[in-house]
C-alpha cells in the first residue's frame, strides 16, 4: 500500500509564499511520475505541476512562473514551492504518484493519492 503524506498547508494574503511538501513511501520513486493537483470548491480536480522519472517539470499555464515542484529522491519527497500566490489558487491541493514507472498522471485510476492539505489564499 502506497502512502503520501502531505504537509504545509494553510491560509495565506494575496502574494505571500507557501511549500507544500509531500512524503511518499514507494519502493520505484525514481521511476514513477509524482506530482501536484488541485481541486477548487465546485470545480474538477487539475493539475499544478508534475515531474516525470527524468526530473522533467510541467506546470500548469496558470501556474508558470510562481511555482516551482522539486523531487528528492533521496528521501522520497516532492515539494511544491508556491509564490505570489492569488486568491484563484485557493483549494486543496494533492499529492500524487503514477502507479506505473515510467508513465504520466493521466486521470484518477492512474496514480497514488495523498489525502489532500488545504490552501486558501485572501485578498
Known amino acids: 500500500q502506497v502512502q503520501l503524506v502531505e504537509s504545509g498547508g494553510g491560509l495565506v494574503q494575496a502574494g505571500g509564499s507557501l511549500r507544500l511538501s509531500c512524503a511518499a513511501s514507494?519502493?520505484?520513486?525514481?521511476?514513477?511520475?509524482i506530482g501536484w493537483f488541485r481541486q477548487a470548491p465546485g470545480k474538477d480536480r487539475e493539475p499544478v505541476a508534475t515531474v516525470n522519472w527524468a526530473g522533467t517539470p510541467s506546470y500548469a499555464d496558470s501556474v508558470k512562473g510562481r511555482f516551482t515542484i522539486s523531487r528528492d529522491s533521496a528521501k522520497k519527497t516532492v515539494s511544491l514551492q508556491m509564490n505570489s500566490l492569488k486568491p484563484e489558487d485557493t483549494a486543496i491541493y494533492y499529492c500524487?504518484?503514477?502507479?506505473?514507472?515510467?508513465?504520466?498522471?493521466?486521470?484518477?485510476?492512474?496514480?497514488?493519492w495523498g489525502q489532500g492539505t488545504h490552501v486558501a489564499v485572501s485578498s
Open positions: 500524487a504518484v503514477a502507479r506505473r514507472p515510467y508513465a504520466p498522471i493521466r486521470g484518477i485510476d492512474s496514480a497514488y
Open positions: 514507494l519502493l520505484t520513486f525514481n521511476t514513477n511520475t
